[in-house]
């Protein structure tokens, strides 16, 4: 799965497409789920649920379509939309994109392909900081509003948000095989499932 900044990215992309209006609200469910892991990486048993995870992607994606039919006029819309997304694009990523990742990775001197991938992803995300609609997209992000979904709580939420606008995160990387023409396909992908999901 990827880190923050390719879930908003995704989110970014989702709400164009989409015309969705409350696009702060988006974008911070878009995040959320990963707000389980503010303080360290969290155990399997509050990650999972954060994420309505199965180690089945078929039965993981149902997970996310019976929440959202469930949730529907509960909670705001878009940040609905936004924490579903999160989860779709971390089933897409882990079903078509992964391993086609792991495979491009050489053996890294001195590092393991799984710190290697994590470097590719977070140098990516830090080279998409430095683009126009990652400056439009946190300058929304800045107006979004925490609310408690799922096992997350608002405090958690907002502690996640901040992190992201002061880039408080991980930065990898100067990535050797990660680009655009590996992950434009993979935000269609994410597109295309999400839009499914949510049209019954």
Do not use: C
């Not at 360290?40 to 997970?63: D, E, F, Q, T, V």
Request: negative net charge; charged residues 25%; hydrophobic residues 40%.
């Amino acid at each position: 799965m990827p880190g923050p900044i390719t879930h908003l990215k995704a989110a970014y992309i989702f709400g164009e497409i989409s015309e969705i209006k409350d696009k702060p609200q988006l974008y911070l469910g878009a995040i959320v789920p990963d707000s389980v892991n503010v303080y360290g990486h969290a155990p399997m048993n509050k990650r999972w649920p954060a994420h309505l995870r199965n180690a089945n992607l078929n039965i993981w994606l149902s997970n996310a379509k019976a929440f959202y039919n469930e949730n529907k006029g509960k909670i705001s819309e878009e940040y609905l939309l936004g924490y579903i997304l999160h989860i779709v694009t971390d089933i897409v990523w882990d079903k078509y994109f992964d391993d086609k990742l792991y495979a491009l990775i050489s053996e890294p001197l001195g590092e393991n392909k799984k710190t290697a991938r994590w470097n590719e992803i977070y140098g990516f995300e830090q080279k998409q900081l430095n683009l126009p609609w990652a400056d439009e997209m946190l300058k929304s992000l800045k107006e979004a509003r925490p609310l408690a979904i799922s096992t997350l709580t608002e405090d958690i939420i907002a502690v996640m948000k901040q992190s992201v606008l002061d880039n408080d995160i991980s930065k990898g990387t100067e990535p050797q095989v990660l680009n655009d023409d590996f992950m434009n396909p993979f935000f269609i992908k994410v597109v295309e499932v999400m839009q499914n999901l949510i049209k019954n």
